[in-house]
């Protein structure tokens, strides 16, 4: 079985990118899970964006969400990808993630 492609929406790669190391690897580590069918160690499905979304929890001594989808054959698609400041995620982050799964969705409808 081949891993599944993982493809980056708006500036989710830039974003993850800005990620200190450590984080950046785990995330690496954590995103081969679900190329192989699996679920990353920490993990909670974000029904506030979207069905079929779940956010990856990145523990580094600070913390980092990934918000995906995976329930498509062809890839994985990264929503967003930043930084958790305060202890519940902020609007403005769930509310860019349900746009780009939008945006994902109707692009979808056009093949």
Known sequence: ML???????GSSLDDLRAFPE????????????VQQGLM???????KAVGSGVYEMRIHTGVEHRVF???KFD?????LHAFEKRMRQTRQAD??????????????????
């Open 68 to 70: 995906y989808i995976a």
């Open 74 to 78: 062809d890839a994985i698609y990264v």
């Open 40 to 46: 990353p160690n920490d993990w909670k499905s974000m």
């Open 3 to 9: 891993d599944k492609a993982i493809r980056w929406l």
């Open 22 to 33: 450590q984080a950046r690897r785990a995330a690496g580590y954590q995103f081969r899970r």
């Open 94 to 111: 769930i509310a860019l993630a349900r746009q780009r799964l939008a945006e994902l969705l109707e692009s979808r409808r056009e093949r």
